[in-house]
């Protein structure tokens, strides 16, 4: 995905959920902090979204633009409507996203992308292989600090056990990477 798509996946939800702006959450995201984030990490053809006004039209949104729709099939990538309950996000993410709107792009509309340190937190608590490598590419990059990452981890609601697990990998993983 690109920060194009990114803008046209945000005003076509948007306009379905008749809405004003969206939340942008899951991997896509970063596109709203980085624009020109590595190919690596933007590979993702899907952007996660729910209506911030209307969080109800999520199946609206998903079944107008989500995997199966004609908006698939016309521009090769498609947006999932889908609950931001799904997501682990620390606590006072909402003050930290960062807003993706312009006049052209977006047409007016804001897509509330969900600040990089923020997303590899919620990455690491789903703790699946390709969440693990999007966080370690991260990091690799220098789009995120270690010592930040380990803020927002301590400001996720989860279990202590599972918390030391995540600071582990974390610190196992910075050193694979020097």
Avoid at 13 to 28: I, K, L, N, P
Avoid at 48 to 70: A, F, M, R, T, Y
Avoid at 82 to 98: E, Y
Wanted: net charge negative.
């Amino acid at each position: 995905m690109t920060r194009d798509q990114l803008e046209h996946a945000i005003r076509a939800a948007c306009e379905v959920a008749g809405d004003t702006e969206v939340w942008v959450f899951g991997s896509q995201a970063i596109l709203g902090e980085y624009p020109d984030a590595p190919k690596s990490i933007c590979a993702s053809v899907e952007v996660d979204i729910q209506p911030k006004n209307h969080p109800e039209k999520v199946d609206e949104v998903d079944g107008s633009l989500g995997e199966l729709s004609s908006f698939y099939e016309s521009f090769g990538f498609y947006v999932h409507g889908v609950s931001l309950a799904a997501a682990s996000l620390p606590s006072g993410w909402q003050s930290r996203v960062i807003p993706v709107m312009d006049e052209i792009g977006t047409r007016g509309k804001t897509g509330l992308c969900i600040e990089a340190h923020d997303l590899a937190a919620s990455k690491l608590v789903a703790y699946r292989e390709k969440d693990r490598d999007f966080v370690r590419t991260l990091l690799g990059e220098g789009l995120i600090r270690g010592t930040t990452l380990r803020k927002r981890l301590a400001a996720l609601d989860v279990d202590e056990q599972l918390r030391t697990r995540l600071l582990r990998w974390i610190d196992v993983t910075q050193k694979d990477l020097t």
